[in-house]
C-alpha cells in the first residue's frame, strides 16, 4: 500500500465548478506539499501545510493532522486549471525528501 | 537564471549506453534531490545532497545509477548501461536550509529519458 493515497486519479469539471481533490497519508509527517504540473511542465509548489488551512486566490488547502487527510479545493474553476494535482508529504524523521501521491488529473472543460 | 535549471531536456539513448544529466540548483540553495517520474506515476525520491555530501542515496534503483555533486552546486545523475526501465522523466529540485522557504522544494524542469 502506498504512504500517500489521492482521490480522484481523475476528474472533469466545467468551468465554474468547485473542485476538490483528496489526499490521505499513512505515516507521521512534518509537512505535507500540493504541487501542481502542466503537460511537458515541471512542477510548481502550490501550498506547504502543517497545520491547518492555507488560501491563495481560488485555491484552498486544508489539513487535518489527527486523521492523516488533506484537500485542495479550486473554487470558480477554469480552463487553465487544467494540470496534474499532486500531494507530497515529509515523513518525520526521513530527512526532507517528498513522497508523492500518484496525482489527480484535472481537466476542466469552457 | 532564477530558477533550478536542468539539461538536456530530452535524451534518446539506446538501451546499453550510459547517459549524464545535469541540474543546475537556485545559486545559495544547500539542498538538491533527484527524483525519477515514471509516465502516469508521482514522482519517486532517487538521492539527496547537502552540499557535497550525499545524505541518502536510498531511491537509487540500482547501481548502475550514481550521482555527485563534487563543489555543491551543479549536480550530475549518471545512468550506465541504459535499460528501458529506465525510460522516465528526471526530475531535480533545490531548498534552502534556512529561511521561510527553508522546507519547500523548488522544482527544475525535468529532463524526459527515453531508452529504445
Known amino acids: 500500500k502506498n504512504e500517500v493515497e489521492q482521490s480522484p486519479q481523475n476528474l472533469t469539471a466545467q468551468e465554474g465548478e468547485f473542485i476538490t481533490i483528496n489526499c490521505s497519508y499513512s505515516?507521521?509527517?512534518?509537512?505535507l506539499h500540493w504541487l501542481q504540473q502542466h503537460p511537458g511542465g515541471g512542477i510548481v509548489s502550490l501550498f506547504m501545510?502543517?497545520?491547518g488551512k492555507k488560501k491563495h486566490g481560488r485555491l484552498i488547502a486544508t489539513i487535518n493532522i489527527q486523521e492523516k487527510h488533506s484537500s485542495l479545493h479550486i473554487t470558480a474553476s477554469h480552463p487553465r486549471d487544467s494540470a496534474v494535482y499532486i500531494c507530497?508529504?515529509?515523513?518525520?524523521?526521513?530527512?526532507?525528501?517528498?513522497?508523492f501521491g500518484g496525482g489527480t488529473r484535472v481537466l476542466v472543460k469552457p | 537564471g532564477a530558477g533550478v535549471s536542468q539539461s538536456p531536456r530530452y535524451k534518446v539513448a539506446k538501451r546499453g549506453q550510459d547517459v549524464a544529466l545535469r541540474c543546475d540548483p537556485i545559486?545559495?540553495?544547500?539542498?538538491l534531490f533527484w527524483y525519477q517520474q515514471a509516465l502516469g506515476q508521482g514522482p519517486e525520491f532517487l538521492t539527496y545532497?547537502?552540499?557535497?555530501?550525499?545524505?541518502?542515496k536510498s531511491g537509487l534503483p540500482s547501481d548502475r545509477f550514481f550521482a555527485e555533486r563534487p563543489e555543491g552546486s551543479v549536480s550530475t545523475l549518471k545512468i550506465q548501461r541504459t535499460q528501458q526501465e529506465d525510460s522516465a522523466v528526471y526530475l531535480c529540485?533545490?531548498?534552502?536550509?534556512?529561511?521561510?522557504?527553508?522546507?519547500?522544494?523548488?522544482f527544475g524542469p525535468g529532463t524526459r529519458l527515453t531508452v529504445l
Open positions: 529540485a533545490s531548498s534552502p536550509l534556512t529561511g521561510p522557504s527553508y522546507n519547500e522544494q523548488f
Open positions: 505515516v507521521g509527517i512534518s509537512a
Open positions: 501545510l502543517s497545520s
Open positions: 507530497a508529504v515529509v515523513i518525520k524523521a526521513a530527512g526532507n525528501k517528498l513522497t
Open positions: 545559486s545559495g540553495h544547500v539542498s
Open positions: 545532497f547537502q552540499n557535497e555530501a550525499q545524505l541518502d
